[in-house]
């Protein structure tokens, strides 16, 4: 029986655990901080095992990663390159939902040289996203043609009939992962143009995006889409952009809570304000007899009445909610604040949104091709961003013990032998692309 290590037990990690127990011959072993959530999600399964375990402790990760065939690290991004230098220390084989660092990297020769597989950014984005796309930009390449421009959105929403606050989000996965995307700076090539967009600025370059049959959305950039051109083998694309999808309003929002020193993650020094509605007044320098809704609204140029104003006082930031004790700065105090205003609530279904837009030149035609991918959480069951993260993950792990992904080294799933029967797998389970095309 092949024995299949998880570290971590978070919001994504269901789908993958029930999936995998649900394969003949394969016993999981879930390992997490808090070993209450792992036993749930094993569900007295007799192929299944639960342990709690501090991830800290390398001796005791060490023990467990001996004992498994295939390693799956649900860990937050920091732990996946030491829980790698344990599996090639051991010849075990790994996957991961998260972005390749530098360090992962420089991991693949010693990777090869041990013979194991490190298989990253195998979610949904990262993950579906270069599956979808490069079937996409291979079947283009097959016909004689080449991809001169190139766009992918991505969002992780609530449902049309979830969306009742005044943010129109509500976090289905880590809050404090999203508000740390809010600081990335963004890079993109445009018409054969590179245009980088510091942190700072992110939330000033967004457009809006109409997806048919589903809504308009705002549309601003993710991260550094340059290198994609090499990645995907776009070496005729003059435009490659990568974005995230949110609901209207959102951009001019989150650009104010940046302002205002929100997303700081410095531990405060000779603070001594104990509400949420202090720390505002703190961040701007606000004295204690002003008006702060008012003195916010004049600090970031609105007026007193602006949208963006009603959001930050509907969330809670000129209240009275005492600060939590056990955190010591802005951002950590706001992702306790974000999470308990902006959960998915009982009965609701969040939804995931991917689009891609491809212009393709042939010798005889130009075609613009899109490729849309609508899913929705199941209420009451598994949300839509953990079955698009974990089961990705999951069925890779299965075609790596069944030995019909035989490379080695630390790879992202864009070769057809790995994103072909993932994405044929995924269309059986209902996880389905809407491709259309029309000439130009």
Same mark, same amino acid.
């Given at each position: 029986m092949?024995?299949?290590?998880?570290?971590?037990?978070?919001?994504?990690?269901?789908?993958?655990?029930?999936?995998?127990?649900?394969?003949?011959?394969?016993? %999981?072993?879930?390992? /997490?901080? *808090?070993?209450?959530?792992?036993?749930?999600?094993?569900?007295?399964? =007799?192929?299944g095992e639960a342990f709690s375990l501090d991830v800290n402790d390398d001796r005791k990760v060490e023990e467990f990663v001996l004992k498994a065939d295939i390693v799956v690290s649900l860990l937050p991004y920091t732990y996946h390159v030491k829980v790698a230098e344990m599996c090639i220390k051991h010849k075990k084989q790994m996957v991961t939902t998260s972005y390749v660092s530098d360090a992962m990297k420089a991991l693949d020769t010693k990777a090869r040289a041990a013979g194991i597989l490190i298989l990253n950014e195998c979610g949904l984005d990262p993950g579906i996203d270069h599956m979808s796309a490069m079937r996409i930009i291979h079947d283009v390449e097959?016909?004689?043609?080449?991809? %001169?421009?190139?766009? /992918?959105? *991505?969002?992780?929403?609530?449902?049309?009939?979830?969306?009742?606050? =005044?943010?129109?989000?509500?976090?289905?996965?880590?809050?404090?992962?999203?508000?740390?995307?809010?600081?990335?700076?963004?890079?993109?090539?445009?018409?054969?143009?590179?245009?980088?967009?510091?942190?700072?600025?992110?939330?000033?370059?967004?457009?809006?995006?109409?997806?048919?049959?589903?809504g308009v959305f705002e549309n601003y950039p993710n991260r550094n889409s340059v290198s994609y051109k090499g990645i995907y083998g776009l070496k005729d694309a003059t435009t490659v952009y990568r974005g995230t999808f949110r609901m209207t309003g959102w951009c001019e929002t989150m650009r104010a809570i940046v302002v205002l020193g929100w997303l700081n993650e410095e531990p405060l020094k000779s603070y001594i304000g104990k509400t949420y509605g202090d720390l505002t007044r703190h961040l701007i320098g606000a004295k204690a007899k002003d008006n702060l809704p008012v003195t916010t609204a004049l600090y970031l140029g609105l007026k007193p009445y602006s949208a963006i104003i009603k959001r930050l006082e509907w969330l809670g930031l000129f209240g009275n909610e005492p600060l939590p004790k056990d955190k010591n700065n802005p951002l950590d105090y706001l992702n306790v604040l974000t999470l308990q205003k902006m959960s998915m609530g009982m009965h609701e279904r969040d939804m995931v949104i991917m689009h891609h837009e491809f212009i393709a030149e042939y010798a005889s035609k130009k075609e613009y091709m899109t490729s849309t991918l609508v899913d929705y959480g199941i209420p009451d069951g598994d949300t839509s961003v953990a079955r698009t993260v974990a089961l990705p993950a999951a069925i890779a792990v299965k075609m790596i013990l069944k030995k019909e992904i035989n490379i080695t080294g630390v790879h992202i799933p864009v070769i057809p032998e790995i994103y072909n029967p993932i994405l044929d797998e995924l269309e059986e389970i209902g996880i389905k692309f809407i491709e259309k095309t029309e000439k130009i």
């Open positions: 092949k024995k299949i290590l998880v570290l971590g037990a978070g919001m994504v990690s269901r789908p993958m655990i029930q999936y995998l127990l649900d394969q003949p011959d394969y016993h %999981v072993i879930m390992a /997490s901080r *808090t070993v209450s959530k792992a036993e749930q999600m094993i569900g007295g399964h =007799p192929q097959k016909k004689k043609g080449k991809v %001169v421009s190139f766009r /992918s959105t *991505t969002g992780a929403l609530p449902s049309p009939e979830a969306n009742n606050n =005044p943010f129109g989000y509500k976090f289905s996965w880590a809050p404090r992962g999203v508000l740390l995307a809010s600081r990335n700076a963004a890079k993109w090539l445009e018409n054969g143009k590179e245009i980088s967009i510091p942190g700072e600025q992110l939330f000033e370059n967004y457009f809006l995006q109409d997806i048919k049959g589903v």
